[in-house]
Each structure stands twice: as structure tokens, then as C-alpha cells.
């Protein structure tokens, strides 16, 4: 595709619930991120996939969240049990092994 | 552990003005730096990168930053500032694969 498509663009849910929040990489892009934006504040690394290799996953904040990632193509970001903590944007991006990140527009999380 | 710091949270500047961003890396080995653009209700560009070579380096949007080694610093620049240069810039190093970001400083350019 032209860029970073991430969906839903918006997400509401309640306290408890579990979400997953989906990320279409830029085709042949072997790297992908992704990160969290809390409001007014800077992007908090939370997961790192290239290749095939064994993804870093030393920013994820706590047990409850999980990525997964399809070879290249596809990956998925899963909040379980949702907390109001959770509420940010949560941005995806990708590049080549060493090159710029293209970051998508994002996932507005809110928890109620 | 890589580590990225602006130490600035705003920069005001007069349009017409010159404009400096700043930032300061930690990182083992040769660094990779960045600089990212944020604006309001839109999701981050990329403006430039330093990878090796000439310290100076030339990016989008008529934006430039120096390298300084001794430093470990980064600074975005820019000569003559436009009001639509306000936006969050983020600096951003690459260590171990992942790119760890700075907080954001935000440019506020009025005319």
C-alpha cells in the first residue's frame, strides 16, 4: 500500500475489556514498531519486530499486552482487561532495516 | 540502554528568526539519529537523518541539523522560521535495532 494503515482509527471500550488494534505495514518493509502516545506527552517504545528474528518486546508496560506479527505483512497489538491507564494513541510505523520509520495515523484508545 | 533528551518542553521563536531545536543522545556504538515532525491532529513525518558522513545534514522543509560527536548532540535548525513551522518535533536515536524517542519540544512560531 502508499503507507502505515492502521485500524480502527478510533476505539472506545469499557474498563475489563480486551482490544485489538491492527497494523498494515508498508509492502517490503521488514521492521515494524509500535508505540504509545499519551496525551501532551512524547512515544513510549513498546514492541519491535524484524524479519524473522525474535521480536523486543522490552517496552511492553505490563502482561497484558501482546503483539503478533505475520512473517512481514500484518501485526496486532492486544490490550487485555483494559485499564483507563491504557487510554492513548497507539501508533504503528515501519522500515526498512535501518531506514526512516513511516508511521500510520494511529489508534485512539479510550477506556471508560 | 539508548537514551534521547530535549531539554527544552517550548521554543518560541519570531517568524523571520532562526531556529534551534535541541537534542541529546546516549547510545553504545555509532549512533543513528533522527528528527520526526508532529502536527496538530496528524501523525509523525520524517524530516532528516544522520547516519555517517558530512556533520551537517540537510532535511525536508528547509530544516537542518548538526551532528556533534564530542557533544552527543543533535540539534535540528533552521535559519528563518514560518509560522507554519509550529508543530512537536521529536528527536529520536536508534540503538539495538529499536528507535527510542525524546519527549518533544514544541515550536511556536508567531509572526
Known amino acids: 500500500g502508499a503507507g502505515v494503515s492502521q485500524s480502527p482509527s478510533n476505539k472506545v471500550t469499557e474498563k475489563g475489556k480486551d482490544v485489538e488494534l491492527r497494523c498494515d505495514p508498508i509492502s517490503g518493509h521488514t521492521a515494524l514498531y509500535w508505540y504509545r502516545q499519551r496525551l501532551g506527552q512524547g512515544l513510549e517504545f513498546l514492541i519491535y519486530?524484524?524479519?524473522?528474528?525474535?521480536?523486543?518486546k522490552s517496552g511492553l508496560p505490563s502482561d497484558r499486552f501482546s503483539a503478533e506479527r505475520t512473517g512481514e505483512s500484518v501485526s496486532t497489538l492486544t490490550i487485555q482487561r483494559t485499564q483507563q491507564e491504557d487510554s492513548a494513541v497507539y501508533l504503528c510505523?515501519?522500515?526498512?532495516?535501518?531506514?526512516?520509520?513511516?508511521f500510520g495515523n494511529g489508534t485512539r484508545l479510550t477506556v471508560t | 540502554a539508548q537514551s534521547v533528551a530535549q531539554p527544552e518542553d517550548q521554543v518560541n521563536v519570531a517568524e523571520g528568526n532562526p531556529l534551534t531545536v535541541k537534542c541529546t543522545y546516549s547510545?553504545?556504538?555509532?549512533?543513528?539519529l533522527f528528527w520526526y515532525v508532529q502536527y496538530p491532529n496528524r501523525g509523525l513525518q520524517f524530516l532528516l537523518k544522520y547516519i555517517t558522513g558530512d556533520n551537517l545534514v540537510k532535511g525536508s522543509y528547509g530544516f537542518e541539523a548538526e551532528f556533534n560527536k564530542s557533544q552527543t548532540s543533535f540539534h535540528l535548525k533552521k535559519p528563518s522560521a514560518l509560522v507554519s513551522d509550529s508543530a512537536l518535533y521529536f528527536c529520536?536515536?536508534?540503538?539495538?535495532?529499536?528507535?527510542?524517542f525524546g519527549q518533544g519540544t514544541e515550536l511556536s512560531v508567531k509572526p
Open positions: 529520536a536515536v536508534r540503538g539495538g535495532g529499536k528507535l527510542i
Open positions: 510505523a515501519s522500515s526498512l532495516l535501518a531506514g526512516a520509520l513511516h
Open positions: 519486530f524484524q524479519g524473522n528474528s525474535a521480536p523486543d
Open positions: 547510545v553504545s556504538g555509532n549512533p543513528y
